[in-house]
């Protein structure tokens, strides 16, 4: 989508410095500074790092690749045969997801 000789990739100078501006309300401003002073980042590298993760997530989720009729085949037997049952499996499948536990 966006690779190596694309037409937004060749506009874009590779690593050269460049000001973003941006407007927000007070208590946006004072909320992005406490969340930076509690990583210890200035509210430039939060900002920026919050937004890029957020547009690498946003192109991820559109991207998109095709395969054969053969190999698509292949792909939907493999995932409609379900794992064989081991311990290890139902472990992980008991545990919680880190967002999910107590703190």
């Known amino acids: 989508m966006y690779g190596k000789g694309s037409k937004l990739m060749s506009r874009l100078p590779s690593n050269k410095p460049v000001s973003i501006n941006i407007r927000a309300k007070s208590r946006q401003r004072d909320l992005i500074d ?8 200035s509210r430039s590298d939060f900002m920026l790092e919050a937004a ?18 053969n ?19 139902r472990r992980l499948l ?6 999910d536990q107590s703190a």
């Open 34 to 41: 406490q969340a930076a002073e509690r990583l210890g980042r």
């Open 52 to 69: 890029c993760r957020r547009a690498e997530d946003v192109l991820l989720d559109q991207a998109f690749f095709t395969v054969d009729a």
């Open 71 to 89: 190999l698509f085949e292949k792909l939907q037997a493999f995932l409609d045969k379900p794992l064989p049952a081991t311990d290890k499996l």
């Open 94 to 99: 008991k545990t919680k997801a880190p967002w």
